[in-house]
T-cell receptor, first 115, second 111 residues
Framework: DAGVIQSPRHEVTEMGQEVTLRCKPI?????LFWYRQTMMRGLELLIY????????DSGMPEDRFSAKMPNASFSTLKIQPSEPRDSAVYFC?????????????FGEGSRLTVL | QKEVEQNSGPLSVPEGAIASLNCTYS??????FFWYRQYSGKSPELIMF????GDKEDGRFTAQLNKASQYVSLLIRDSQPSDSATYLC???????????FGKGTLLTVNP
């Protein structure tokens, strides 16, 4: 089975531009998570969905960030406008409710550089 | 106080030795504890989870949990160069699906 698929793998953009990151979770998984990883702050949870519904978005840093999950097989994380401090690796992960709780399956990540 | 704390390392051990990785957490309501391994430039992958006080063994890996001391550790026996990676400790509170990660400990196993 295919794992979690993220795109793009690398994104370089200029401050002020809109950035959209995409994620396709593992088929059948009912939880989807967006994490951000930096050297300074480690791996931080931004938002997670259950059955396409946002459950906890308390980690979303500010209004410039938004996430959607229009269906069970697709989610987006959008940053508008982007700032240099948004530079990080953004991971999408999915999980199955009936599985080992806490076992997240991560995508390969999207490395974002904002100049 | 950070929710999940780990020594950033690097922790350097010779091949064949026991590597000991430690993690403390601040939320006494934490009920589930996880160790993820992350190779450089790759994504994290789950290697162990533990719910109850005591030890849990899986091959060369042993997770240890002491809820009274709010302490969880991971022992890797017969360390191999392929174990060189960053090890992330994560905790979860109750039925909440939110996992909180530490910053990770970089382990280097020298041949």
């Amino acid at each position: 089975d295919a794992g979690v698929i993220q795109s793009p793998r690398h994104e370089v953009t200029e401050m002020g531009q809109e950035v959209t990151l995409r994620c396709k979770p593992i088929s059948g998984h009912d939880y989807l998570f967006w994490y951000r990883q930096t050297m300074m702050r480690g791996l931080e949870l931004l938002i997670y969905f259950n059955n396409n519904v946002p459950i906890d978005d308390s980690g979303m840093p500010e209004d410039r960030f938004s996430a959607k999950m229009p269906n069970a097989s697709f989610s987006t994380l959008k940053i508008q406008p982007s700032e240099p401090r948004d530079s990080a690796v953004y991971f999408c992960a999915s999980s199955l409710h009936q599985g080992a709780v806490g076992e997240l399956f991560f995508g390969e990540g999207s490395r974002l550089t904002v100049l | 106080q950070k929710e999940v704390e780990q020594n950033s390392g690097p922790l350097s051990v010779p091949e064949g030795a026991i590597a000991s990785l430690n993690c403390t957490y601040s939320d006494r309501g934490s009920q589930s504890f996880f160790w993820y391994r992350q190779y450089s430039g790759k994504s994290p992958e789950l290697i162990m989870f533990i719910y109850s006080n005591g030890d849990k063994e899986d091959g060369r890996f042993t997770a240890q949990l002491n809820k009274a001391s709010q302490y969880v550790s991971l022992l890797i026996r017969d360390s191999q160069p392929s174990d060189s990676a960053t090890y992330l400790c994560a905790v979860k509170r109750g039925s909440n699906y939110k996992l909180t990660f530490g910053k990770g400990t970089l382990l280097t196993v020298n041949p």
